[in-house]
């Protein structure tokens, strides 16, 4: 159990740019979540993967946000035209099975300048 | 409306006291799990303590122990003696079931704990 890894650790980009961010889960999780952190508050849910499928968004991944897993494996969350307002943590976890609880990475912290 | 409450933005206690975090929980799912995770300085999320809305006991971990009072939908984490490297933030989360069984857990704003020597 190597955990979950997410690269990169920072990254800094300038407004309107396109960023992607990478997560590998714990190798036999089937479940993938992308949570999105600000300073001082709790993970906010962005979107889950069973698998490969995309099974649920929040309404806060506006349609600048596209998140995929291909062949189930690890996962690719991609902002567009970035705005200041994205500057956070964004955190992925994994699980396996629907109560098992969810194993974070470190995150990767977005800055927009 | 909040699924989850944690009403004290920041508790102090003294190395090897005992101490108390409290979160509350909104839901009318018969079938839900709450989570307890600590968040130290470095950011990373570890998982702490898990209790089921069918358990019949009161979770442990450890020096972890969830109070469970279902009646009230309290959830409140224990933490006996108390170390200094348990000075972090400490989130309360749960996962309701619900119809396609997605079960996504949601976060409360979280309790920064403060250690002292």
């Known amino acids: 159990d190597t955990g979950v890894s997410q690269n990169p650790r920072h990254k800094i980009t300038k407004r309107g740019q396109n960023v992607t961010f990478r997560c590998d889960p714990i190798?036999?999780?089937?479940?993938l979540y992308w949570y999105r952190q600000t300073l001082g508050q709790g993970p906010e849910f962005l979107t889950y993967?069973?698998?490969?499928?995309?099974?649920?968004k929040s309404r806060l991944l506006s349609d600048r946000f596209s998140a995929e897993r291909p062949k189930g494996s690890f996962s690719t969350l991609e902002i567009q035209r970035t705005e200041q307002g994205d500057s956070a943590m964004y955190l992925c976890?994994?699980?396996?099975?629907?109560?098992?609880?969810?194993?974070f990475g470190n995150g990767t912290r977005l800055t927009v300048t | 409306a909040q699924k989850i409450t944690q009403t004290q933005p920041g508790m102090f206690v003294q190395e090897k006291e005992a101490v108390t975090l409290d979160c509350t929980y909104d839901t009318s799912d018969p079938s839900y799990g709450l989570f307890w995770y600590k968040q130290p300085s470095s950011g990373e999320m570890i998982f702490l303590i898990y209790?089921?809305?069918?358990?019949?006991q009161n979770a442990t971990e450890g020096r972890y122990s969830l109070n469970f009072q279902k009646a009230r939908k309290s959830a409140n984490l224990v933490i006996s003696a108390s170390q200094l490297g348990d000075s972090a933030m400490y989130f309360c989360?749960?996962?309701?079931?619900?119809?396609?069984?997605?079960?996504?857990?949601?976060f409360g704003r979280g309790t920064s704990l403060i250690v002292h020597p």
């Open positions: 989360a749960m996962r309701e079931g619900r119809s396609g069984g997605s079960y996504i857990p949601t």
């Open positions: 993967f069973q698998n490969e499928a995309q099974l649920e």
């Open positions: 976890a994994s699980s396996f099975g629907q109560n098992s609880p969810l194993h």
């Open positions: 209790q089921g809305s069918y358990d019949q």
């Open positions: 190798s036999e999780h089937n479940r």
